[in-house]
Protein backbone atom coordinates (compact mmCIF):
# COMPACT_ATOMS: atom_id res chain seq x y z
CA UNK A 1 0.00 0.00 0.00
CA UNK A 2 1.57 3.00 -1.05
CA UNK A 3 1.93 5.81 1.74
CA UNK A 4 1.28 9.19 0.70
CA UNK A 5 4.11 11.56 1.81
CA UNK A 6 3.02 14.66 4.62
CA UNK A 7 3.52 18.00 2.99
CA UNK A 8 5.73 19.86 5.38
CA UNK A 9 4.12 23.21 4.59
CA UNK A 10 1.23 22.17 6.04
CA UNK A 11 0.63 22.09 9.40
CA UNK A 12 0.31 18.86 11.84
CA UNK A 13 -2.06 19.91 14.52
CA UNK A 14 -5.89 20.48 14.60
CA UNK A 15 -7.20 23.99 14.98
CA UNK A 16 -7.74 23.55 18.67
CA UNK A 17 -4.54 22.44 19.21
CA UNK A 18 -3.11 25.58 17.46
CA UNK A 19 -5.38 28.09 19.70
CA UNK A 20 -3.83 25.65 23.09
CA UNK A 21 -0.25 25.99 21.95
CA UNK A 22 0.10 29.10 21.04
CA UNK A 23 -1.73 30.64 24.22
CA UNK A 24 -0.11 28.22 26.59
CA UNK A 25 3.01 30.48 25.32
CA UNK A 26 0.93 33.49 27.21
CA UNK A 27 -1.05 31.84 29.94
CA UNK A 28 2.20 29.16 31.76
CA UNK A 29 3.56 30.57 34.44
CA UNK A 30 6.62 32.40 33.50
CA UNK A 31 10.15 30.30 34.39
CA UNK A 32 13.00 31.26 36.93
CA UNK A 33 15.12 31.40 33.53
CA UNK A 34 12.75 34.00 32.09
CA UNK A 35 12.92 36.30 34.51
CA UNK A 36 16.94 35.73 34.29
CA UNK A 37 16.93 36.84 30.82
CA UNK A 38 14.75 39.40 31.46
CA UNK A 39 16.40 41.02 34.05
CA UNK A 40 19.98 40.63 32.51
CA UNK A 41 17.93 42.46 29.56
CA UNK A 42 17.01 45.32 32.07
CA UNK A 43 20.16 45.32 32.90
CA UNK A 44 22.20 46.08 29.70
CA UNK A 45 19.45 48.78 28.91
CA UNK A 46 20.01 50.46 32.28
CA UNK A 47 23.78 51.00 31.23
CA UNK A 48 22.59 52.54 27.95
CA UNK A 49 20.70 54.65 29.78
CA UNK A 50 23.43 55.71 32.27
CA UNK A 51 25.69 55.73 29.46
CA UNK A 52 23.65 58.55 27.56
CA UNK A 53 23.41 60.34 30.48
CA UNK A 54 26.87 60.68 30.96
CA UNK A 55 27.00 61.53 27.05
CA UNK A 56 24.48 64.39 27.81
CA UNK A 57 26.60 65.95 30.46
CA UNK A 58 30.15 65.39 29.36
CA UNK A 59 29.59 65.89 25.79
CA UNK A 60 30.46 63.76 23.08
CA UNK A 61 33.85 64.08 23.72
CA UNK A 62 33.68 60.60 26.07
CA UNK A 63 33.03 58.41 22.82
CA UNK A 64 35.41 57.91 20.04
CA UNK A 65 35.43 61.17 18.12
CA UNK A 66 38.22 62.49 16.61
CA UNK A 67 39.02 63.72 12.94
CA UNK A 68 38.83 62.65 10.80
CA UNK A 69 36.44 59.89 11.72
CA UNK A 70 33.64 61.97 13.00
CA UNK A 71 31.09 59.04 11.96
CA UNK A 72 32.22 56.58 14.43
CA UNK A 73 30.41 53.45 16.38
CA UNK A 74 27.10 55.42 16.81
CA UNK A 75 26.36 55.56 13.10
CA UNK A 76 27.57 51.90 12.64
CA UNK A 77 25.21 50.74 15.24
CA UNK A 78 22.56 52.35 13.17
CA UNK A 79 23.05 50.96 10.29
CA UNK A 80 23.24 47.62 11.52
CA UNK A 81 19.77 47.52 13.62
CA UNK A 82 18.28 49.38 10.49
CA UNK A 83 19.17 46.31 8.40
CA UNK A 84 17.89 44.09 11.18
CA UNK A 85 14.55 45.71 11.03
CA UNK A 86 14.59 44.41 7.07
CA UNK A 87 13.78 40.70 7.24
CA UNK A 88 10.66 41.62 8.69
CA UNK A 89 9.13 43.14 6.29
CA UNK A 90 10.50 40.91 3.60
CA UNK A 91 8.89 37.81 5.08
CA UNK A 92 5.97 39.25 6.67
CA UNK A 93 5.01 41.66 3.57
CA UNK A 94 6.50 40.40 0.60
CA UNK A 95 6.00 36.59 1.05
CA UNK A 96 2.63 37.02 2.03
CA UNK A 97 1.61 39.13 -1.51
CA UNK A 98 3.75 35.83 -3.14
CA UNK A 99 1.59 33.70 -0.72
CA UNK A 100 4.43 31.75 -0.01
CA UNK A 101 3.22 29.02 3.03
CA UNK A 102 6.62 28.71 4.94
CA UNK A 103 6.14 32.08 6.35
CA UNK A 104 3.07 31.94 8.26
CA UNK A 105 4.92 30.02 11.56
CA UNK A 106 8.13 32.67 11.51
CA UNK A 107 6.53 35.60 10.70
CA UNK A 108 5.23 37.11 13.81
CA UNK A 109 8.41 37.14 15.36
CA UNK A 110 9.79 38.45 12.34
CA UNK A 111 7.25 41.81 12.58
CA UNK A 112 8.21 42.10 16.14
CA UNK A 113 11.97 42.01 15.52
CA UNK A 114 11.52 44.47 13.24
CA UNK A 115 9.40 47.03 14.68
CA UNK A 116 11.83 46.67 18.17
CA UNK A 117 15.17 46.68 15.71
CA UNK A 118 13.89 50.26 13.82
CA UNK A 119 12.91 51.73 17.38
CA UNK A 120 16.94 50.83 18.57
CA UNK A 121 17.85 52.38 15.31
CA UNK A 122 16.21 55.39 15.97
CA UNK A 123 18.53 56.26 19.40
CA UNK A 124 21.72 56.35 17.18
CA UNK A 125 21.13 59.44 15.26
CA UNK A 126 19.63 61.51 18.35
CA UNK A 127 22.92 60.45 20.01
CA UNK A 128 25.13 61.47 17.12
CA UNK A 129 23.72 65.07 17.22
CA UNK A 130 25.44 65.86 20.38
CA UNK A 131 22.55 68.46 21.42
CA UNK A 132 20.37 65.91 22.34
CA UNK A 133 17.51 68.14 23.42
CA UNK A 134 17.14 69.77 20.42
CA UNK A 135 16.63 66.98 18.14
CA UNK A 136 12.80 67.81 17.06
CA UNK A 137 14.78 70.65 14.97
CA UNK A 138 15.22 67.82 12.52
CA UNK A 139 11.41 67.27 11.94
CA UNK A 140 10.48 69.91 9.24
CA UNK A 141 7.36 71.81 11.12
CA UNK A 142 5.91 75.33 10.92
CA UNK A 143 7.89 77.46 13.65
CA UNK A 144 7.96 81.13 14.87
CA UNK A 145 11.34 81.41 13.27
CA UNK A 146 10.60 80.21 10.02
CA UNK A 147 13.56 77.89 9.95
CA UNK A 148 13.65 75.04 8.08
CA UNK A 149 15.80 71.45 8.61
CA UNK A 150 18.55 71.29 5.71
CA UNK A 151 17.20 68.67 3.12
CA UNK A 152 20.32 68.65 1.60
CA UNK A 153 21.72 66.45 4.97
CA UNK A 154 21.92 62.79 4.66
CA UNK A 155 20.33 63.18 8.52
CA UNK A 156 17.15 64.58 7.31
CA UNK A 157 17.15 61.80 5.65
CA UNK A 158 17.30 59.30 7.99
CA UNK A 159 14.83 60.88 10.56
CA UNK A 160 12.28 60.11 7.24
CA UNK A 161 13.64 56.74 6.42
CA UNK A 162 13.35 55.77 10.43
CA UNK A 163 9.84 57.71 10.67
CA UNK A 164 8.19 56.08 7.65
CA UNK A 165 9.68 52.65 8.47
CA UNK A 166 8.24 52.46 12.13
CA UNK A 167 5.12 53.62 11.42
CA UNK A 168 4.28 51.24 9.09
CA UNK A 169 6.04 48.19 10.48
CA UNK A 170 4.42 49.08 14.01
CA UNK A 171 0.62 49.50 11.97
CA UNK A 172 1.32 46.29 10.49
CA UNK A 173 2.30 44.25 13.42
CA UNK A 174 -0.94 45.42 15.48
CA UNK A 175 -3.28 44.73 12.58
CA UNK A 176 -2.07 41.40 12.00
CA UNK A 177 -2.10 41.12 15.93
CA UNK A 178 -6.21 41.90 16.35
CA UNK A 179 -7.49 38.45 16.22
CA UNK A 180 -4.94 36.70 17.84
CA UNK A 181 -5.19 39.21 20.94
CA UNK A 182 -9.10 38.17 20.20
CA UNK A 183 -8.32 34.75 21.17
CA UNK A 184 -6.18 35.55 23.69
CA UNK A 185 -8.69 37.45 25.36
CA UNK A 186 -11.65 34.94 25.25
CA UNK A 187 -9.03 32.98 27.50
CA UNK A 188 -8.39 34.81 30.16
CA UNK A 189 -9.76 36.78 33.02
CA UNK A 190 -9.47 39.12 35.58
CA UNK A 191 -7.48 42.47 34.64
CA UNK A 192 -5.88 40.59 32.03
CA UNK A 193 -9.39 40.12 30.25
CA UNK A 194 -9.94 43.82 30.29
CA UNK A 195 -6.56 44.71 28.68
CA UNK A 196 -6.65 41.94 25.79
CA UNK A 197 -10.16 43.43 25.27
CA UNK A 198 -8.96 47.06 24.73
CA UNK A 199 -6.19 45.91 22.18
CA UNK A 200 -8.55 43.03 20.50
CA UNK A 201 -10.32 46.65 19.29
CA UNK A 202 -13.66 44.72 19.95
CA UNK A 203 -12.87 41.88 17.49
CA UNK A 204 -15.55 39.38 17.38
CA UNK A 205 -14.58 37.51 14.31
CA UNK A 206 -17.84 38.26 12.03
CA UNK A 207 -17.66 37.87 8.72
CA UNK A 208 -17.57 41.46 7.58
CA UNK A 209 -15.05 41.85 10.17
CA UNK A 210 -12.30 39.41 8.34
CA UNK A 211 -13.93 41.01 5.21
CA UNK A 212 -12.16 44.54 5.84
CA UNK A 213 -9.84 42.94 7.93
CA UNK A 214 -7.64 40.88 5.27
CA UNK A 215 -8.21 43.98 2.42
CA UNK A 216 -6.59 46.18 5.00
CA UNK A 217 -3.84 43.89 5.46
CA UNK A 218 -3.23 42.94 1.62
CA UNK A 219 -2.89 46.44 1.55
CA UNK A 220 -0.80 47.32 4.15
CA UNK A 221 1.44 44.51 2.36
CA UNK A 222 1.69 46.11 -0.64
CA UNK A 223 2.42 49.48 0.80
CA UNK A 224 5.14 47.57 2.98
CA UNK A 225 6.78 46.12 0.50
CA UNK A 226 8.38 49.60 -1.18
CA UNK A 227 9.93 50.12 2.06
CA UNK A 228 12.28 47.09 2.10
CA UNK A 229 13.92 48.60 -0.97
CA UNK A 230 13.32 52.15 0.12
CA UNK A 231 14.34 52.77 3.29
CA UNK A 232 17.88 50.57 2.90
CA UNK A 233 18.37 52.68 -0.23
CA UNK A 234 18.31 55.87 1.59
CA UNK A 235 20.46 54.82 4.46
CA UNK A 236 22.97 53.85 1.74
CA UNK A 237 22.85 57.35 -0.05
CA UNK A 238 24.07 58.71 3.67
CA UNK A 239 27.05 57.51 1.86
CA UNK A 240 27.02 57.29 -1.63
CA UNK A 241 26.31 60.70 -2.54
CA UNK A 242 29.44 61.84 -0.70
CA UNK A 243 32.72 61.82 -2.81
CA UNK A 244 34.96 60.07 0.03
CA UNK A 245 37.02 57.04 -1.46
CA UNK A 246 35.45 53.91 -0.93
CA UNK A 247 31.57 55.09 -0.43
CA UNK A 248 31.03 57.35 -4.05
CA UNK A 249 29.66 54.27 -5.79
CA UNK A 250 26.73 52.87 -7.49
CA UNK A 251 26.58 49.82 -6.31
CA UNK A 252 25.43 51.17 -2.57
CA UNK A 253 21.73 50.98 -2.98
CA UNK A 254 21.15 47.20 -3.59
CA UNK A 255 24.81 46.13 -2.54
CA UNK A 256 22.73 47.98 1.35
CA UNK A 257 19.00 46.15 1.02
CA UNK A 258 20.94 42.63 0.44
CA UNK A 259 23.05 43.08 3.24
CA UNK A 260 20.02 44.49 5.15
CA UNK A 261 18.25 41.44 4.09
CA UNK A 262 20.95 39.01 4.71
CA UNK A 263 21.68 40.40 8.48
CA UNK A 264 17.66 40.34 9.15
CA UNK A 265 17.62 36.82 8.43
CA UNK A 266 20.75 35.76 10.52
CA UNK A 267 18.72 37.38 13.36
CA UNK A 268 15.83 35.75 13.18
CA UNK A 269 18.09 32.45 13.11
CA UNK A 270 19.48 33.75 16.19
CA UNK A 271 16.09 34.60 17.80
CA UNK A 272 13.88 31.75 16.97
CA UNK A 273 16.37 28.82 17.40
CA UNK A 274 16.46 28.82 21.10
CA UNK A 275 13.17 30.25 21.55
CA UNK A 276 11.11 27.42 19.41
CA UNK A 277 12.63 25.17 22.40
CA UNK A 278 11.74 27.72 25.41
CA UNK A 279 8.60 28.18 24.35
CA UNK A 280 7.97 24.25 22.86
CA UNK A 281 6.67 24.88 19.44
CA UNK A 282 9.18 22.91 18.24
CA UNK A 283 6.29 21.25 16.21
CA UNK A 284 4.96 24.34 14.69
CA UNK A 285 8.34 25.85 13.82
CA UNK A 286 9.71 22.75 12.17
CA UNK A 287 13.28 22.38 10.15
CA UNK A 288 10.91 22.83 6.78
CA UNK A 289 10.63 26.45 7.91
CA UNK A 290 14.61 26.97 8.51
CA UNK A 291 15.20 24.92 5.30
CA UNK A 292 14.00 27.94 3.55
CA UNK A 293 15.38 31.09 5.77
CA UNK A 294 18.60 29.23 5.17
CA UNK A 295 18.13 29.46 1.30
CA UNK A 296 17.03 32.97 1.73
CA UNK A 297 20.45 33.32 3.66
CA UNK A 298 22.21 31.73 1.10
CA UNK A 299 21.02 33.67 -1.91
CA UNK A 300 21.51 37.09 -0.11
CA UNK A 301 24.47 36.07 1.07
CA UNK A 302 25.95 35.06 -2.29
CA UNK A 303 24.75 38.18 -3.41
CA UNK A 304 27.10 40.34 -0.79
CA UNK A 305 29.84 37.75 -1.89
CA UNK A 306 29.54 39.82 -5.65
CA UNK A 307 28.95 42.75 -4.42
CA UNK A 308 32.04 42.60 -2.05
CA UNK A 309 33.91 41.03 -5.25
CA UNK A 310 32.66 44.28 -7.45
CA UNK A 311 33.79 47.06 -5.22
CA UNK A 312 37.13 45.46 -5.37
CA UNK A 313 37.21 44.95 -9.26
CA UNK A 314 35.50 48.40 -9.79
CA UNK A 315 38.23 50.00 -7.67
CA UNK A 316 41.07 48.62 -9.28
CA UNK A 317 39.68 48.70 -13.01
CA UNK A 318 38.48 52.54 -12.59
CA UNK A 319 42.27 53.81 -12.11
CA UNK A 320 42.00 56.08 -8.91
CA UNK A 321 44.43 56.24 -7.06
CA UNK A 322 42.19 57.16 -3.36
CA UNK A 323 39.95 54.32 -4.73
CA UNK A 324 42.74 51.72 -4.55
CA UNK A 325 44.66 52.77 -1.60
CA UNK A 326 41.34 52.83 0.04
CA UNK A 327 40.34 48.92 -0.46
CA UNK A 328 43.63 47.87 -0.39
CA UNK A 329 44.04 49.31 2.99
CA UNK A 330 40.58 47.84 3.87
CA UNK A 331 42.68 44.10 3.23
CA UNK A 332 46.19 44.87 4.38
CA UNK A 333 46.33 48.30 6.28
CA UNK A 334 46.55 48.96 10.12
CA UNK A 335 42.32 47.40 10.63
CA UNK A 336 42.96 44.29 8.19
CA UNK A 337 41.30 42.04 11.26
CA UNK A 338 37.83 44.18 10.72
CA UNK A 339 38.21 43.81 6.89
CA UNK A 340 38.15 39.65 6.93
CA UNK A 341 36.30 39.66 9.76
CA UNK A 342 33.43 41.07 7.36
CA UNK A 343 34.72 38.76 4.04
CA UNK A 344 35.25 35.73 6.08
CA UNK A 345 32.15 35.95 8.18
CA UNK A 346 29.52 37.51 5.28
CA UNK A 347 31.28 35.76 1.55
CA UNK A 348 32.35 32.47 2.94
CA UNK A 349 30.11 31.34 5.70
CA UNK A 350 26.85 31.55 3.92
CA UNK A 351 27.84 29.43 1.05
CA UNK A 352 28.04 26.62 3.84
CA UNK A 353 24.46 26.86 3.35
CA UNK A 354 24.90 24.79 0.12
CA UNK A 355 24.60 21.84 2.31
CA UNK A 356 21.28 20.77 3.55
CA UNK A 357 22.42 18.86 5.94
CA UNK A 358 23.72 21.63 7.32
CA UNK A 359 20.51 24.27 6.64
CA UNK A 360 18.59 21.77 8.86
CA UNK A 361 20.96 21.03 11.44
CA UNK A 362 20.31 23.65 13.77
CA UNK A 363 23.17 23.72 16.03
CA UNK A 364 25.33 24.64 12.91
CA UNK A 365 22.95 27.12 11.59
CA UNK A 366 22.64 29.13 14.80
CA UNK A 367 26.89 29.37 15.10
CA UNK A 368 26.49 30.68 11.30
CA UNK A 369 23.74 32.98 12.57
CA UNK A 370 26.08 34.61 14.88
CA UNK A 371 28.69 34.79 12.55
CA UNK A 372 26.52 36.63 10.22
CA UNK A 373 25.37 38.87 13.00
CA UNK A 374 29.25 39.56 13.74
CA UNK A 375 30.00 40.14 10.36
CA UNK A 376 27.63 42.67 9.02
CA UNK A 377 28.48 44.83 12.14
CA UNK A 378 31.89 44.71 10.60
CA UNK A 379 30.38 45.60 7.61
CA UNK A 380 29.39 49.13 8.37
CA UNK A 381 32.60 49.65 11.10
CA UNK A 382 35.04 48.59 7.58
CA UNK A 383 32.10 50.91 5.60
CA UNK A 384 32.41 53.84 7.90
CA UNK A 385 35.42 53.66 9.29
CA UNK A 386 38.10 52.63 6.47
CA UNK A 387 36.87 55.88 4.25
CA UNK A 388 36.70 58.08 6.92
CA UNK A 389 40.14 57.60 8.01
CA UNK A 390 41.77 57.91 4.68
CA UNK A 391 40.30 60.28 2.29
CA UNK A 392 42.37 62.61 -0.33
CA UNK A 393 44.46 64.14 2.40
CA UNK A 394 47.71 61.65 3.33
CA UNK A 395 48.55 64.37 6.15
CA UNK A 396 44.76 64.35 7.80
CA UNK A 397 44.89 60.24 7.86
CA UNK A 398 44.20 58.89 11.23
CA UNK A 399 42.59 55.34 12.92
CA UNK A 400 39.44 55.34 14.71
CA UNK A 401 39.99 54.58 19.05
CA UNK A 402 36.46 53.40 20.31
CA UNK A 403 36.10 54.22 23.61
CA UNK A 404 34.31 52.94 26.37
CA UNK A 405 31.60 55.20 26.07
CA UNK A 406 31.19 53.76 22.55
CA UNK A 407 31.50 50.22 23.80
CA UNK A 408 28.90 50.58 26.46
CA UNK A 409 25.94 52.04 24.36
CA UNK A 410 26.40 48.95 21.58
CA UNK A 411 26.20 46.66 24.23
CA UNK A 412 23.32 48.51 25.83
CA UNK A 413 21.40 48.82 22.71
CA UNK A 414 21.19 44.41 22.71
CA UNK A 415 19.83 45.22 26.20
CA UNK A 416 17.18 47.15 24.67
CA UNK A 417 16.60 45.47 21.88
CA UNK A 418 16.57 42.39 23.97
CA UNK A 419 14.03 44.05 26.73
CA UNK A 420 11.31 44.52 23.97
CA UNK A 421 11.55 41.06 22.59
CA UNK A 422 11.51 39.65 25.94
CA UNK A 423 8.88 41.56 26.81
CA UNK A 424 6.36 40.70 23.77
CA UNK A 425 7.40 37.15 23.00
CA UNK A 426 5.73 36.46 26.48
CA UNK A 427 2.71 38.74 26.03
CA UNK A 428 1.73 37.69 22.49
CA UNK A 429 1.08 35.31 20.56
CA UNK A 430 4.69 34.93 18.62
CA UNK A 431 2.82 32.42 16.27
CA UNK A 432 -0.36 33.51 14.12
CA UNK A 433 -2.97 31.39 15.02
CA UNK A 434 -5.17 32.38 12.38
CA UNK A 435 -2.63 32.01 9.60
CA UNK A 436 -1.42 28.61 10.98
CA UNK A 437 -5.33 27.42 10.78
CA UNK A 438 -6.09 28.71 7.34
CA UNK A 439 -3.11 26.54 6.53
CA UNK A 440 -5.30 23.14 7.97
CA UNK A 441 -7.04 20.85 5.23
CA UNK A 442 -10.25 21.07 5.98
CA UNK A 443 -12.16 17.57 6.79
CA UNK A 444 -13.49 15.78 4.34
CA UNK A 445 -16.70 13.48 4.08
CA UNK A 446 -15.54 9.53 4.43
CA UNK A 447 -16.63 7.48 1.00
CA UNK A 448 -19.51 5.28 2.21
CA UNK A 449 -19.41 1.69 1.44
CA UNK A 450 -22.09 1.93 -0.86
CA UNK A 451 -20.56 3.16 -3.96
CA UNK A 452 -18.69 5.95 -2.55
CA UNK A 453 -18.70 9.61 -2.97
CA UNK A 454 -19.26 10.91 -6.02
Avoid at 19 to 35: C, E, F, M
Wanted: net charge positive.
Amino acid sequence: MAVIAHDPSLPTQTHGEVTRDVLATITSKPTKGYYILLGTMAFLTAVLLGTVTLLLKEGLGLAGYAPPIMWSVYITTFVFWVGIGHAGTLISAILFLFRSPWRTAVYRATEAMTVFAVMTAALFPIIHIGRQWIFYWLIPYPNARYLWPNFKSPLLWDVFAISTYLTVSSTFLMVGLVPDIAAVRDHVSGWRKKLYGALALGWTGADSQWRHYSRAYLYLAALATPLVLSVHSVVSWDFAVSIVPGWHGTIFAPYFVAGAIYSGIGMVLTLMIPLRKVLKVEHMITDYHFDNLSKLTLFTGTILFYAYAMEYFVAWYSGSTFEQVTFWRRAFGPAWWAGWTMIICNAFVSQLLWFKKIRTNLTSLFIISIFINLGMWFERYVIVTSSLSNDYVPYAWGQMNPTWADWLVLLGSFGWFGLWFTLFYKNFPIVAIQEIKEMIPMPRRKASSHGGAH
